[in-house]
């Protein structure tokens, strides 16, 4: 129900704290560099990116928040979309 837009925003609250397990709700709590979530592309010699590897063993149960999206050293490349 909590995905539902036409539901009002009490209903899909509840519902979707009713779902999250006590270490999501914890997580959301945290933050994480958007750094810690990059890794080299290909032989590791390339343009770093997104890493769904690296985001999964640093924020397991989720995350509240992405601090300094470009880091303070790391510069993404722009993406267009």
């Known amino acids: 129900m909590y995905r539902d837009a036409a539901r ?3 209903e899909r609250v509840e519902d979707l704290l009713e ?3 006590l ?4 997580a959301q709590l945290g933050a ?3 750094a810690e979530l990059l890794a080299p592309a290909g032989d590791g010699t390339g343009p770093v990116s997104f890493s769904a590897d ?3 063993e640093r924020v ?3 995350i509240g ?3 300094r999206l470009a880091g303070s050293g790391e510069a ?6």
């Open 19 to 21: 779902r999250m397990t």
């Open 8 to 10: 009002p925003t009490s």
């Open 23 to 26: 270490p999501e709700k914890l």
């Open 60 to 62: 397991p149960d989720g």
């Open 32 to 34: 994480v560099w958007g």
């Open 54 to 56: 690296a985001a999964r």
């Open 65 to 67: 928040q992405v601090t």
């Open 76 to 81: 993404l490349a722009p993406c267009l979309y």
